[in-house]
């Protein structure tokens, strides 16, 4: 007796239920979404079979679909042969090598009276669709190839040698027609899937429209490394635009996240020994980081998002193999590998040396009255100046002195604070604030907080008379004190201090109190501080013969200049002569020169001695780390300073650190 409609176990089971409580088949076919011949037909087959609700506990669903319809492995109705498991066929026919022919031969063999093979071959196909529904794909001749390799190899003999090699057996199938193009390839690299494809298209004589790959790993690889690739080199946008016209359209998310993924597993060489460290600006004057350089390798190592002892320090004791650390003059480094990497020796950077010395020079040149760069205005113009300035303040302290007595003057005559307000313009509250007082008031200053650089003065006059002159690093060690206020606040107070200090007449050496400048002899202006200090540290050899003619005037002009000129010769010639031994008695006829910025630059460098006699001995210095620095801002500027630490991060290391 055929079901009107097969019923899941779970349905049979309910419905079974319902009858026993006495449900009508009407109501039964409501409940469960069926038809009431269906449900009568069930009901007739259950008391066929001696089976009523409650269901014996023991009876499982297979038991159940037997003892309703039909005996174990025979199928009612129309056929009457033995039927395989076809779910089990279907899982087993997606293994590789299996087809149906050879599942139809292992059923023949167990079932020799079941069925042929073309019905055997129907039925599966019949099973197949009633599995979970699936996009039918309509194959149009020409239109599509598939491609793929097979996955198994094939031993190929040598005739001359009997080497046994294997290859690669690559497929290609067009659609329509089942055409299929077969052939053995060394490898499934690029260059062998590119020349499998060129013969394929011979072979069929012609391009289809689309090819359809399998996720095949070697090209999903190499598509992957192009991707990060061009992330590393150009970037998200660009990258877009280059896979785009390379036909393989990748979003520039997809390259940016790609790249960031490359980075994040990068296996970074842990043994580390030659380091240069240095910071770089986030935001120039505001907020900075530092940067790693591997100067053996003369690559990035990492990059870290603040400039700070502690990071530093953490980034160090995390690479114990180091043995040398390259750095700036900055003390923050200094502190850092004391902390992180005790083991490891100091080395001053040359450049920043000279840098300094140059700086120093520059500061000297100025204490005899020039200022920095060539003066606008004549010297008269520059004295009328200041005074106009002076003469402004002393009018605005008058006005006040004036508005205070035409309001007591107003207000004896009898007039009310409205009626004065009207006259002079100024508020009411304005009005009765000044009449309060019995003198113009002055102003007065606010309570000193963080905001103010005056709320860190011991601190800031510690560090000026320990030599920290630096504008930029005396900023950041106040920050760290809780400084909240601005760098050019600081600047302002920092400034005072300098014009101060030049004006003190008794701070000031002989040499430096000839205040007459001194003047090109071919153009007759004379010549900054910022050009003498520049040719000052210039070896005569290197000097055009302009160049010369001045370095000749400022001799003859300015005995602070000679001077410094000797001295500047001769840390030249330590520098380059790989010695440090002249170096302690360079620093004692800095001291004794009786020139401020020289002398206070020949005690840090006693101060830093260590770090300077191995800049002076070893090879290493931080111009690698400047160098990455210059191609950091490069690639920030090209992101609009939008990238943040880890996107500047993986595009700063190299391709070598990132596969």
Same mark, same amino acid.
């Given at each position: 007796?055929?079901?009107?409609?097969?019923?899941?176990?779970?349905?049979?089971?309910?419905? $079974?239920? *319902?009858?026993?409580?006495?449900?009508?088949?009407?109501?039964?076919?409501?409940?469960?979404?069926?038809?009431?011949?269906?449900?009568?037909?069930?009901?007739?087959?259950?008391?066929?079979?001696?089976?009523?609700?409650?269901?014996?506990?023991?009876?499982?669903?297979?038991?159940?679909?037997?003892?309703?319809?039909?005996?174990?492995?025979?199928?009612?109705? $129309?056929?009457?042969?033995?039927?395989?498991?076809?779910?089990?066929?279907?899982?087993?026919?997606?293994?590789?090598?299996?087809?149906?022919?050879?599942?139809?031969?292992?059923?023949?063999?167990?079932?020799?009276?079941?069925?042929?093979?073309?019905?055997?071959?129907?039925?599966?196909?019949?099973?197949?669709?009633?599995?979970?529904?699936?996009?039918?794909?309509?194959?149009?001749?020409?239109?599509?190839?598939?491609?793929?390799?097979?996955?198994?190899?094939?031993?190929?003999?040598?005739?001359?040698?009997?080497?046994?090699?294997?290859?690669?057996?690559?497929?290609?199938?067009?659609?329509?027609?089942?055409?299929?193009?077969?052939?053995?390839?060394?490898?499934?690299? $690029?260059?062998?899937?590119?020349?499998?494809?060129?013969?394929?298209?011979?072979?069929?004589?012609?391009?289809? +429209?689309?090819?359809?790959?399998?996720?095949?790993?070697?090209?999903?690889?190499?598509?992957?490394?192009?991707?990060?690739?061009?992330?590393?080199?150009?970037?998200?946008?660009?990258?877009?635009?280059?896979?785009?016209?390379?036909?393989?359209?990748?979003?520039?998310?997809?390259? *940016?996240?790609?790249?960031?993924?490359?980075?994040?597993?990068?296996?970074?060489?842990?043994?580390?020994?030659?380091?240069?460290?240095?910071?770089?600006?986030?935001?120039?004057?505001?907020?900075?980081?530092?940067?790693?350089?591997?100067?053996?390798?003369?690559?990035?190592?990492?990059?870290?998002?603040?400039?700070?002892?502690?990071?530093?320090?953490?980034?160090?004791?995390?690479?114990?193999?180091?043995?040398?650390?390259?750095?700036?003059?900055?003390? *923050?480094?200094?502190?850092?590998?004391?902390?992180?990497?005790?083991?490891?020796?100091?080395?001053?950077?040359?450049?920043?040396?000279?840098?300094?010395?140059?700086?120093?020079?520059?500061?000297?040149?100025?204490?005899?009255? +020039?200022?920095?760069?060539?003066?606008?205005?004549?010297?008269?113009?520059?004295?009328?100046?200041?005074?106009? +300035?002076?003469?402004?303040?002393?009018?605005?302290?008058?006005?006040?002195?004036?508005?205070?007595?035409? $309001?007591?003057?107003?207000?004896?005559?009898?007039?009310?604070?409205?009626?004065?307000?009207?006259?002079?313009?100024?508020? +009411?509250?304005?009005?009765?604030?000044?009449?309060?007082?019995?003198?113009?008031?002055?102003?007065?200053?606010?309570?000193?907080?963080?905001?103010?650089?005056?709320?860190?003065?011991?601190?800031?006059?510690?560090?000026?008379?320990?030599?920290?002159?630096?504008?930029?690093?005396?900023?950041?060690?106040?920050?760290?004190?809780?400084?909240?206020?601005?760098?050019?606040?600081?600047?302002?107070?920092?400034?005072?201090?300098?014009?101060?200090? %030049?004006?003190?007449?008794?701070?000031?050496?002989?040499?430096?109190?000839?205040?007459?400048?001194?003047?090109?002899?071919?153009?007759?202006?004379?010549?900054?501080?910022?050009?003498?200090?520049?040719?000052?540290?210039?070896?005569?050899?290197?000097?055009?013969?302009?160049?010369?003619?001045?370095?000749?005037?400022?001799?003859?002009?300015?005995?602070?200049?000679?001077?410094?000129?000797?001295?500047?010769? %001769?840390?030249?010639?330590?520098?380059?002569?790989?010695?440090?031994?002249?170096?302690?008695?360079?620093?004692?006829?800095?001291?004794?020169?009786?020139?401020?910025?020289?002398?206070?630059?020949?005690?840090?460098?006693?101060?830093?001695?260590?770090?300077?006699?191995?800049?002076?001995?070893?090879?290493?210095?931080?111009?690698?780390?400047?160098?990455?620095?210059?191609?950091?801002?490069?690639?920030?500027?090209?992101?609009?300073?939008?990238?943040?630490?880890?996107?500047?991060?993986?595009?700063?290391?190299?391709?070598?650190?990132?596969?």
């Amino acid at each position: 007796m055929p079901a009107k409609r097969r019923l899941t176990m779970r349905q049979l089971r309910h419905l $079974l239920r *319902l009858a026993g409580d006495g449900t009508s088949a009407r109501n039964i076919a409501l409940t469960l979404g069926i038809a009431r011949s269906t449900v009568q037909d069930n009901l007739k087959r259950a008391a066929a079979a001696g089976l009523t609700w409650p269901l014996p506990g023991d009876l499982t669903d297979d038991a159940l679909e037997n003892r309703l319809f039909a005996r174990a492995g025979v199928k009612q109705g $129309l056929r009457r042969r033995p039927e395989p498991n076809w779910a089990q066929l279907a899982l087993e026919l997606k293994k590789p090598g299996v087809t149906l022919m050879i599942l139809w031969e292992e059923y023949r063999a167990i079932h020799p009276d079941g069925y042929g093979y073309s019905r055997f071959c129907d039925l599966f196909r019949s099973f197949e669709r009633r599995l979970s529904p699936t996009m039918r794909q309509e194959h149009v001749a020409g239109d599509k190839v598939f491609v793929d390799y097979s996955g198994k190899k094939i031993a190929v003999v040598d005739r001359s040698t009997g080497e046994i090699r294997e290859a690669e057996i690559f497929v290609a199938v067009l659609g329509a027609s089942g055409l299929t193009y077969a052939e053995a390839t060394w490898t499934q690299t $690029l260059p062998d899937w590119i020349g499998a494809h060129v013969r394929m298209f011979r072979f069929f004589g012609g391009v289809p +429209r689309l090819i359809v790959p399998d996720n095949l790993k070697s090209g999903v690889n190499r598509v992957v490394e192009i991707v990060g690739l061009l992330g590393h080199s150009a970037g998200g946008r660009p990258g877009e635009r280059l896979m785009q016209r390379l036909g393989m359209p990748v979003s520039d998310d997809t390259i *940016l996240r790609q790249l960031k993924r490359d980075a994040a597993g990068a296996q970074r060489n842990s043994e580390i020994r030659v380091v240069g460290i240095d910071d770089w600006s986030w935001r120039r004057a505001t907020s900075y980081g530092t940067i790693m350089v591997d100067l053996e390798r003369r690559s990035v190592i990492d990059i870290l998002d603040d400039r700070s002892v502690d990071s530093a320090a953490k980034w160090l004791r995390s690479h114990p193999s180091i043995e040398t650390v390259s750095r700036d003059r900055c003390g *923050l480094y200094a502190q850092a590998v004391r902390e992180g990497a005790p083991q490891a020796q100091q080395v001053a950077d040359r450049f920043h040396l000279i840098q300094n010395l140059r700086s120093a020079i520059e500061e000297q040149m100025s204490l005899s009255g +020039r200022a920095t760069g060539r003066a606008i205005l004549s010297e008269d113009a520059i004295v009328d100046a200041a005074t106009h +300035r002076r003469r402004a303040r002393l009018a605005h302290r008058q006005s006040r002195q004036e508005i205070f007595e035409m $309001l007591h003057a107003l207000r004896h005559e009898g007039l009310s604070y409205s009626e004065i307000a009207r006259r002079t313009g100024y508020e +009411r509250r304005s009005v009765a604030n000044w009449l309060k007082f019995k003198a113009p008031p002055d102003r007065r200053r606010a309570a000193l907080n963080p905001t103010s650089p005056w709320y860190f003065e011991a601190f800031l006059a510690q560090c000026w008379k320990d030599g920290n002159r630096c504008g930029r690093h005396l900023f950041h060690d106040v920050k760290q004190r809780g400084y909240t206020g601005s760098f050019s606040n600081l600047e302002r107070l920092l400034g005072a201090w300098r014009r101060a200090e %030049r004006e003190r007449g008794d701070d000031v050496s002989s040499m430096a109190l000839n205040s007459e400048p001194v003047r090109d002899p071919d153009t007759g202006h004379a010549i900054s501080p910022i050009v003498a200090a520049a040719l000052c540290i210039k070896p005569r050899g290197l000097l055009t013969p302009r160049q010369a003619r001045k370095v000749d005037a400022l001799k003859q002009g300015s005995e602070a200049f000679a001077e410094m000129r000797r001295l500047a010769m %001769r840390f030249n010639g330590i520098l380059r002569g790989k010695r440090s031994a002249p170096l302690d008695a360079w620093i004692d006829d800095a001291i004794e020169s009786d020139l401020i910025p020289i002398m206070r630059f020949a005690r840090v460098l006693r101060r830093d001695i260590d770090a300077v006699n191995n800049a002076i001995e070893l090879p290493w210095s931080n111009g690698q780390a400047e160098g990455q620095i210059n191609r950091l801002k490069t690639l920030k500027r090209a992101m609009y300073g939008r990238a943040g630490p880890e996107l500047l991060r993986a595009r700063m290391l190299p391709p070598l650190h990132t596969k």
